[in-house]
């Protein structure tokens, strides 16, 4: 399993709004739910912004714990481009993490801090930046 870097802030609890266990939901990002104090696996891009990368796997009404900022493990897959270190990453719709495809105003909402890879997922260390903002220069 990767390692990550520790600012030393604990994930935050939450309530998991559907099963996240059976979807395998460890380490991809999560986002506010319709019920307050809930949250779902995120969906494409940004609409709505990742609140934050999932550390455990709930049923639905047990504890999330979701890390909002700082280190984490996160799951990742190389699409067009190739996973490098430090290539910014946006949501897939299943809430794994994607590098993305254009520099110029493109929605990032973390940086990998894994290997470089070029086809298929991996688990690896990430930098989730606790809000989404354009990219506005190469990474």
């Not at 999560?30 to 049923?59: D, E, F, I």
């Not at 979701?66 to 430090?86: D, E």
């Not at 105003?105 to 688990?123: E, F, M, R």
Request: aromatic share 8%.
């Amino acid at each position: 399993m990767a390692t990550y870097l520790s600012i030393g802030i604990s994930p935050a609890a939450f309530v998991a709004d559907v099963d996240l266990s059976a979807a395998c939901g460890i380490y991809r990002f999560v986002t506010v739910a319709s019920t307050s104090g809930n949250v779902k696996m995120a969906t494409t891009g940004c609409n709505p912004v990742p609140l934050g990368v999932l550390q455990n796997s709930p049923c639905a009404a047990e504890a999330a714990e979701v890390t909002v900022l700082g280190g984490t493990i996160l799951k990742a897959r190389a699409t067009g481009c190739n996973l490098t270190f430090g290539k910014h990453l946006f949501s897939g719709s299943d809430g794994v993490a994607e590098p993305i495809a254009t520099d110029s105003g493109s929605c990032v909402c973390a940086k990998w801090l894994g290997p470089t890879v070029t086809t298929g997922s991996v688990y690896g260390s990430a930098l989730f930046l606790g809000f989404a903002t354009c990219v506005v220069s190469g990474s």
